[in-house]
C-alpha cells in the first residue's frame, strides 16, 4: 500500500469531514435542524448515507449523527517513521469522504445551489417521443447541470444494464489534456454505451466546459449525464450504484457490506481521473475502491495492485503524453481501452461500417430541424419499413440497393418519402419473428450518431443530421448497419440479410401496399394470440443478474413488466439462446382458469424464485400476485377506500392517492416478493382482457397518471369500449385532479365511476 496514496487520501477526507461539519453548523444556525433536505425524486433520501449508514435522512438535524460517524471513521495520518499504512484505514477514511461529500451537496440543495447553474446550458433530456422541434423537451432545466440521477432514470437504464447494453459506467473526474481528447474519450466510451458521469475539475476547468464548448450533447438520452464541475458532485455517481443495489437487489438501507459486494460484483464501474489528483480526489477515490471501483488516472501516481477489494487492481497510472499512440487521439483510445480492462467490463461491440460513431447511447440523440439535412415520414413525406422472410435462396445476403435517387439533390432540411425492406433467411427463421426483427429496424438506425428513428411500420419517420451527411452517411448506410446487427444480435435464427431502400415513388407505392398487407395479417395473429389458445408461456428472468428471485412470466396477454418482452419475443430469444433467460414453460393442468393458475407455472415460479414465491395467479392483484424486479413501467395499486386501483406511471412524479409518489411506491414493489394489493406492470398489459381480470378487469381502475391517458389515448378508447363503456376513461381520476383519497371519492361519487357500484375487492 502506497504511503502516499493513504496519507493525501486520510489528509484529503479530514478536510473535506471538517467542511462538511463547519457547514452544517451554519446552516442549522440559519435554517434550523427541521429544514426538509433531500435529493429530487428519489425514494431513497440521501442513498449513500442511507445505504450505508441505514439514517434516512429527511431532515437537516439527522446530519448530525451521519457528520459524527463520519468523523469516527477518520484515521490519523501515517507517521514518517514506523507505522505501515494500511488500506483499511484508508478505505476508512474514503467512506468517510463521501458521507460528507453527500452531506455537503444536500446542504447546498437547501441553499438551491444544487443542480449546479450553468447558463446558456441545456440538458438533453426527454423521452425518444419527444417531438424534436420542441427542443430536448421532457424535464430538462434550462441553464443548470444534471445533479443527481433521479429514481425514474435508474429505472429506466436498469432493464439495459440487466440485459448487458450497457455494461457499465464511467464517473469521469477533471479535465482532458485538451477539448479534442475530452470529446475522445466520450464518444469512445458512448461507443461502447458506457454510461459517463461527468463531474470535478483542474485548476478550474472542467471536462463539462470542455464538452458543451465542443457542443457535445449531455444528458440521460446521451449517456452523458454532467453532475457539476466540483470533485464533490461526483458523489452522485456512488449514489447511483447504491440505488442500483436496493432497487434491483432488493437490499435495505444499513446493509453497507451487502451493497459494496453487490456493486463489486454486478456494477461494472470505474473511475477515469483525468488531470492533477488532489488530496480531495485522492480521498473521494479510496471512496470509490470500496465499492469495487478501481481508479485510472492519466498522470503519474503511485499504483495499488490487487488485495481483493476490487477485481483487478485499484489504482492504475496511466500518464497520457507516455501512452503509446501516433497523436492524443489514439491515446485517448487506449486510454478508454485500459479502463476496461481494468474493471473488467464485458463488452460486445458490433463493428458497423458507418462513417458515423455507432452505438446504444446514440439511440436518444434528437436531430433538431435547425441541423436536419433531410427528414423521411414526419409531417411532410412518408417512411415506411417492412421485414419479412424468404426462403434461403432468394436472399442475396448483404446485398444492399438503393432504389431511386438518393437525397444529395434534395435541399438542406427537405424531405423526402422512403421505404425499408428487409428480406431475411434462416434456418431457424419462423414467421411469428418477422414482427420482432422489424421492430429492431428501430434500436439498429438510432444507433448510429446523427440520425433519428421514431415509430415504426408505416409511421417509421427518420432524421439525417447535416453534420452526419457531411461526414457522408448516405442511404446505402441505412441498409448496412441492418445487415450488420441483424447478424450480429440474430445471428441464429438468420443467416442471410438482404435491404432494399426505396426512393422511386412507384415502387414505394408498389411495397406499401404489401407492407399494409402484412402489417394487418400480424395485427390479426396478435389479436388471435390469446392466453387459451397456446401451451407454453414463457418466463424471463433476465432481471435475475440485479433481482436474484424475481421471474417474469409472460403469457401472449400479459407482457413482462418492462414493457419490452412480449410472447413472440421470448419465443424468438428462446429461439435464439435456447438457454437463455426465457424459457417455455408447460402449463400443465388449469387449476383455476379465473384467477390463472397453472400447476406448471406455480412449479417453475418455486424453482426459479429459489423457493420465494410458491404459487402466482396469473390474473389476480389481490391473491398471489406475480413478483416485481425494478423496471415495471407501471405499478398497480389497490385503493380499498374506492373499491378499485390505481395506475401510475413510471414518468409521472407527482403525488397519488396512496400518499406517496411513484419512486416512494416502487421501492413496496420490487426486489422479488409478492405483495398482494401492489404490483409493476408493463403498461400494454393494461389493455389486455386479462387485466386483473380475476378482480374485475380494467374497469377497476379509478386513477391513473395523466400521462398514460395521453400517449395511450386510442388504446385506451378501445378498452371502455371493450368494456361496454366508452366513457370509461374520463370517469378515471388523475394526478390534475385528485391527489388524496377523499379527492379521489369525490371526483368518483361526481363522474359516477362503475367501481363503486361493484362487488367489494375483498
Ligand atoms: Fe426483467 Fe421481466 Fe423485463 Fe425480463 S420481462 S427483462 S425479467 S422485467
Ligand atoms: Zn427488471
Known amino acids: ?92 477514511c474514503g467512506m468517510a469522504t463521501l458521507l460528507a461529500a453527500e452531506a455537503i451537496e444536500a446542504i447546498r440543495f437547501v441553499y438551491g445551489l444544487q443542480p449546479e447553474p450553468m447558463p446558456g446550458f441545456r440538458l438533453a433530456g426527454g423521452t425518444a417521443f419527444t417531438s424534436p422541434d420542441n427542443g430536448a423537451g421532457g424535464e430538462s432545466l434550462d441553464g443548470h447541470l444534471n445533479g443527481p440521477i433521479d429514481d425514474i432514470q435508474l429505472r429506466t437504464w436498469g432493464i439495459q444494464l440487466v ?39 483542474v485548476n478550474g476547468r472542467s471536462i463539462i466546459h470542455q464538452l458543451i464548448e465542443e457542443g457535445v450533447e449531455l444528458g440521460y438520452d446521451t449517456y452523458t449525464v454532467p453532475f457539476g464541475t466540483d470533485t464533490i458532485s461526483a458523489i452522485y455517481a456512488l449514489g447511483f450504484a447504491v440505488r442500483s443495489a436496493l432497487t434491483f437487489g432488493g437490499l435495505k438501507g444499513g446493509q453497507a457490506r451487502e451493497i459494496l459486494l453487490y456493486n463489486k460484483d454486478r456494477v461494472f464501474a ?61 491515446r485517448a483510445e487506449r486510454l478508454v481501452q485500459k479502463c476496461i480492462e481494468v474493471r473488467g467490463v464485458k463488452i460486445k461491440v458490433t463493428k458497423v461500417p458507418v462513417p458515423v460513431p455507432y452505438g446504444s447511447a446514440f439511440e436518444g440523440e434528437v436531430v433538431r430541424r435547425a441541423d436536419m439535412r433531410i427528414e423521411f415520414g414526419g409531417k411532410y413525406s412518408r417512411a415506411f419499413e417492412y421485414l419479412y422472410m424468404a426462403p434461403l435462396n432468394e436472399v442475396v445476403d448483404g446485398r444492399v440497393e438503393v432504389v431511386g435517387p438518393g437525397f444529395e439533390e434534395v435541399p438542406e432540411q427537405g424531405h ?9 433467411a434462416g434456418r431457424g427463421m419462423q414467421e411469428d419473428f418477422e414482427p420482432v426483427l422489424e421492430r429492431q429496424i428501430h434500436y439498429f438506425i438510432n444507433g448510429a450518431s446523427g440520425v433519428q428513428h421514431i415509430g415504426q411500420r408505416d409511421i417509421a419517420w427518420i432524421r439525417i443530421s447535416k453534420a452526419a451527411a457531411e461526414k457522408g452517411f448516405n442511404l446505402e448506410h441505412l441498409g448496412k448497419i441492418l445487415h450488420a446487427r441483424f447478424h450480429a444480435d440474430f445471428g441464429a435464427i438468420v443467416d442471410k440479410v438482404e435491404v432494399t431502400i426505396f426512393t422511386d415513388p412507384d415502387r414505394i407505392e408498389e411495397w406499401l401496399r404489401e407492407a399494409r398487407k402484412a402489417y394487418d395479417r400480424r395485427n390479426k395473429r396478435l389479436a388471435d394470440l390469446t392466453d387459451e389458445s397456446v401451451n ?19 403469457s401472449p396477454q400479459r407482457l413482462g413488466l418492462c414493457g419490452a418482452y412480449n410472447w413472440l419475443d421470448c419465443k424468438a430469444s428462446y429461439n435464439i439462446n435456447p438457454t437463455g433467460p426465457n424459457q417455455p414453460i408447460k402449463l400443465g393442468t388449469c387449476i383455476d382458469p379465473v384467477k390463472g393458475y397453472w400447476t406448471g407455472i406455480n412449479e417453475y415460479a418455486r424453482i426459479a424464485s429459489h423457493g420465494t414465491v410458491e404459487e402466482v395467479a396469473m390474473y389476480s392483484i389481490m391473491e398471489n400476485p406475480m413478483t416485481a424486479c425494478g423496471c415495471f413501467e407501471c405499478i398497480v395499486m389497490l ?83 371493450r368494456e361496454g363503456d366508452p ?33 367489494p375487492i375483498f
Open 416 to 424: 423526402m418519402d422512403l421505404g425499408i425492406v428487409v428480406k431475411v
Open 163 to 201: 440485459d448487458g447494453r450497457m455494461p457499465g459506467f464511467a464517473a469521469i473526474i477533471g479535465a482532458a489534456k485538451s477539448n479534442e481528447v475530452a470529446v475522445k474519450i466520450v464518444r469512445e466510451l458512448q461507443q461502447r454505451n458506457i454510461l459517463c458521469f461527468l463531474a470535478g475539475n
Open 639 to 721: 385503493i380499498p377506500e374506492a373499491n378499485g386501483v390505481m395506475v401510475v406511471s413510471r414518468e409521472d412524479s407527482s403525488m397519488t392517492p396512496a400518499g406517496m409518489t411513484f419512486s416512494t411506491l416502487a421501492g413496496m414493489v420490487g426486489g422479488g416478493i409478492q405483495t398482494p394489493g401492489v404490483m409493476g406492470v408493463g403498461k400494454y398489459y393494461l389493455l389486455s382482457p386479462k387485466f386483473i381480470s380475476a378482480d374485475g378487469g380494467f374497469k377497476r381502475v379509478v386513477w391513473m397518471s395523466s400521462i398514460l391517458k395521453e400517449t395511450m389515448a386510442e388504446e385506451l378508447h378501445a378498452v371502455a369500449t
Open 270 to 330: 470505474f473511475v477515469l481521473a483525468l488531470g492533477e489528483v488532489d488530496d480531495l480526489k485522492y480521498a473521494a477515490a479510496a471512496g470509490a475502491i470500496n465499492f469495487g471501483f478501481p481508479v485510472i488516472a492519466d498522470t503519474v501516481i503511485p499504483e495499488i495492485l490487487p488485495t481483493g477489494v476490487t477485481t483487478y487492481e485499484h489504482v492504475v497510472s496511466m500518464p497520457f503524453n507516455e501512452i503509446e499512440g501516433k497523436d492524443d487521439l489514439e
Open 727 to 759: 366513457e370509461l376513461i374520463s370517469r378515471i381520476a388523475d394526478e390534475r385532479y385528485a391527489v388524496t383519497v377523499e379527492e379521489l371519492l369525490a371526483w368518483l361519487e361526481e363522474h359516477d365511476h362503475p367501481a363503486l357500484a361493484m362487488p
Open 1 to 92: 500500500m502506497s504511503r502516499y496514496i493513504a496519507t493525501r487520501a486520510i489528509r484529503g477526507a479530514h478536510a473535506l469531514v471538517t467542511e462538511a461539519e463547519l457547514m452544517l453548523q451554519k446552516a442549522l444556525a440559519e435554517k434550523g435542524p427541521e429544514t426538509p433536505v433531500a435529493f429530487p425524486n428519489t425514494a431513497y433520501y440521501l442513498p449513500v448515507i442511507y445505504g450505508m449508514t441505514g439514517i434516512p435522512v429527511e431532515k437537516l438535524g439527522q446530519l448530525e449523527p451521519v457528520l459524527q460517524h463520519a468523523r469516527a471513521l477518520l484515521h490519523p495520518l501515517p507517521s514518517e517513521k514506523r507505522w505501515t499504512p494500511y488500506l483499511g484505514e484508508t478505505l476508512d
Open 536 to 554: 407454453e408461456f414463457y418466463s424471463c428472468t433476465l432481471c435475475q443478474s440485479f433481482a436474484p428471485n424475481h421471474v417474469c412470466v409472460i
